[in-house]
């Protein structure tokens, strides 16, 4: 049964990297050329406005994790009815959840757009922004209303559909780039109305396929009190702490334009996309083993649980330091290669998020224990705290004069203080994890760490900034990280079976070379 789990979790990584592969790429070149056509100031713009969108609707992420963990949960205990009033009850709770932000961002967020932000934006400028803030509107409640349907995708495992449906979605993009190129009309307009249309579109192409093949997912008016207590008393926790995140990531955004302009929030939204490209290998190994690690603890096997967490903890770290450390040595020719133009505080920007979510990776893998117990509240009250200390902080080192620089430094304090400190004593106390089982993840990630950094730094320092140079950094950086890892960062049973594993490939390509 456990090998069985685990290709499955090895089949679903991979068929998300080559989801991520494909949808990177496009991003990447697509990023570009909207640049190009929108410029620095109106790319800034749209990020600005869709950070006020953002304010209201984090939210969503913490009633997501609620719906996707107790959607997972009732697939592992095989009780089709009470999965079947989960998923409706869960369904109602979102459509209600997109009314109210709705309200909220027709009002509040459109006086703040009016009174607040209008003297950061041009007034020539003025009408294509609320053009683009109401196009988001309607972006973020398609993607409220769709949330239970995709974790249902992923509760059932069923990770090539997102393959297929990226390789539509990134297609589609591909030609709004050259759309917005060809066209005579207002290009941040343009830009979010075709946006637009592909959420809208691939919301209901997710919905026809849930409907279609998961017989829970055809929606009834249920709104069973039991379970929408239960999603309540799980979720209300995650709601407020993902409302407290997304005032530190959008209202920073929408502060920092106040105090520095558009053109500063696009050398962020530039340095994040660096990242995030990089997180998502990541975030796909985690997609593809929480639902594992949830199912087993369903299930009551604890330990098999326990195990699953650290072992996909210490390779998600691995998997973010790979790729994390190439891109803090070469960023600023990355970032010239990628962009031709580069706005002012990217380079540091890109450096320092990618630092910060080094930290991030045990924050968010620790965050797993809890969620599989349903036991989030102590979690959302330390976490939250730390995190609302963020934005005032930022907010009087903005008002001092100071960089924006300061805002990363911020993040990179907040990720250590999460996922070092909070996360590790929350899932000791409440989840039956010792500090002996988390030394097992801390020290091979710090050995690997210390290990892997002289050579790339050396060979960064002596090879000139072309793309030989380039590439050579990236290739020397990958074999160091790699080999330290082999060696250092995984157990002698496992570099036995990876080891075991190549002979049996290269004796399969010797002998059909024979």
């Given at each position: 049964m456990t090998q069985s789990n685990n290709k499955t979790i090895a089949k679903n990584t991979l068929v998300l990297y080559l989801r991520m592969l494909v949808t990177m790429l496009v991003a990447l070149y697509t990023s570009r050329i909207v640049l190009q056509v929108l410029g620095v100031d109106d790319f800034g713009l749209y990020a600005t406005v869709g950070s006020i969108v953002g304010i209201f609707a984090s939210v969503n992420i913490g009633l997501a994790n609620g719906s996707s963990r107790f959607l997972t949960f009732e697939l592992g205990t095989g009780n089709f009815e009470k999965l079947k009033k989960t998923f409706s009850t869960v369904l109602n709770i979102h459509i209600l959840l997109a009314i109210v932000i709705v309200v909220l961002a027709e009002t509040v967020g459109l006086?703040?757009?009016?009174?607040?932000?209008?003297?950061?934006?041009?007034?020539?400028?003025?009408?294509a922004a609320l053009w683009a803030y109401q196009l988001l509107i309607l972006t973020a409640i398609t993607s409220i209303i769709q949330v239970p349907y995709n974790a249902s995708i992923i509760s059932h495992e069923k990770m090539t559909v997102f393959a297929y449906a990226s390789i539509i979605e990134v297609s589609a993009k591909l030609g709004i780039v050259f759309l917005l190129q060809l066209s005579s009309m207002d290009k941040?307009?343009?830009?979010?109305?075709?946006?637009?249309?592909?959420?809208?579109?691939?919301?209901?192409?997710?919905?026809?396929?849930?409907?279609?093949?998961?017989?829970?997912?055809?929606?009834?008016?249920?709104?069973?009190?039991?379970?929408?207590?239960?999603?309540?008393?799980?979720?209300?926790?995650?709601?407020?702490?993902?409302?407290?995140?997304?005032?530190?990531?959008?209202?920073?955004?929408?502060?920092?334009?106040?105090f520095f302009g558009p053109a500063v929030v696009a050398a962020r939204v530039f340095a994040g996309q660096v990242n995030m490209a990089a997180n998502q290998f990541v975030q796909n190994f985690r997609t593809a083993a929480n639902p594992q690690i949830v199912k087993k603890y369903a299930a009551e096997d604890?330990?098999?649980?326990?195990?699953?967490?650290?072992?996909?903890?210490?390779?998600?770290?691995?998997?973010?330091f790979l790729l994390g450390l190439p891109i803090i040595l070469v960023a600023e020719p990355l970032l010239?290669?990628?962009?031709?133009?580069?706005?002012?505080?990217?380079?540091?920007?890109l450096q320092l998020v990618i630092v910060q979510s080094l930290f991030g990776v045990?924050?968010?893998?620790?965050?797993?224990?809890?969620?599989?117990?349903?036991?989030?509240?102590?979690?959302?009250?330390?976490?939250?705290?730390?995190?609302?200390i963020q934005f005032p902080i930022v907010y009087l080192l903005f008002k001092a004069g100071h960089s924006p620089v300061v805002?990363?430094?911020?993040?990179?304090?907040?990720?250590?203080?999460?996922?070092?400190?909070?996360?590790?004593?929350?899932?000791?106390?409440?989840?039956?994890?010792?500090?002996?089982?988390?030394?097992?993840?801390?020290?091979?990630?710090?050995?690997?760490?210390?290990?892997?950094?002289?050579?790339?730094?050396?060979?960064?320092?002596?090879?000139?900034?072309?793309?030989?140079?380039?590439?050579?950094?990236?290739?020397?950086?990958?074999?160091?990280?790699?080999?330290?890892?082999?060696?250092?960062?995984?157990e002698a049973e496992m570099r036995s079976k990876i080891l075991l594993l190549v002979k049996e490939k290269w004796n399969g390509l010797t002998k059909k070379t024979h």
């Open positions: 006086w703040f757009v009016y009174h607040k932000l209008s003297a950061s934006i041009p007034s020539d400028r003025m009408n941040l307009i343009l830009y979010a109305i075709l946006l637009c249309f592909v959420q809208v579109a691939m919301a209901l192409f997710y919905r026809f396929y849930c409907v279609s093949k998961f017989k829970e997912a055809r929606y009834e008016f249920i709104l069973d009190r039991k379970i929408m207590k239960s999603v309540a008393g799980f979720s209300g926790w995650s709601l407020f702490v993902n409302w407290i995140a997304g005032v530190n990531g959008n209202a920073t955004t929408v502060i920092t334009t106040m604890y330990n098999g649980s326990k195990q699953l967490l650290l072992d996909s903890t210490k390779l998600s770290f691995y998997l973010m010239q290669l990628w962009l031709g133009q580069v706005p002012e505080y990217s380079v540091i920007f045990f924050d968010v893998s620790f965050f797993t224990p809890l969620y599989a117990k349903g036991r989030i509240k102590e979690n959302a009250l330390i976490g939250s705290f730390i995190s609302l805002l990363s430094y911020a993040g990179i304090i907040v990720s250590v203080a999460l996922g070092l400190i909070a996360k590790p004593v929350l899932i000791c106390k409440i989840a039956d994890y010792t500090f002996r089982d988390l030394l097992k993840v801390f020290i091979p990630c710090l050995k690997v760490s210390l290990l892997s950094i002289p050579i790339p730094l050396v060979a960064h320092y002596y090879l000139s900034d072309n793309i030989i140079g380039f590439l050579g950094v990236c290739f020397i950086s990958a074999i160091t990280v790699l080999s330290i890892i082999y060696f250092f960062g995984i």
